[in-house]
């Protein structure tokens, strides 16, 4: 259930934020079902906002949300497995 994921490269002018880089991103991409305006953003698997400026060469990346708590899914797996055991 992943979906695929996209990469875009862009140049921005020093002192760039991360929306500055979304926005070039998204002139290059179009919306491509990408939630632009919703999505969390970080930079290499930690959070940050928007208006942070990332240094040269950082991956700005775009956090969709997970589709199931994680805690709730292994609750759930764990369950099923033990039903399964009973038979």
Known sequence: MHERQ????????LRASIQDALEAARR???DEGVPWET????IYGEP????????DG???ELYR?????????R??????????QRR
């Open 6 to 13: 996209r990469q875009w490269a862009v140049e921005l002018p």
């Open 28 to 30: 290059l991409a179009g």
């Open 39 to 42: 999505a969390e953003t970080g």
């Open 48 to 55: 940050h906002p928007r208006d942070s400026v990332p240094r």
């Open 58 to 60: 950082d991956r700005i």
């Open 65 to 73: 949300p997970l589709p199931v708590d994680p805690r709730e899914g």
């Open 75 to 84: 609750r759930a797996r764990v369950q099923k497995l033990r039903r399964a």
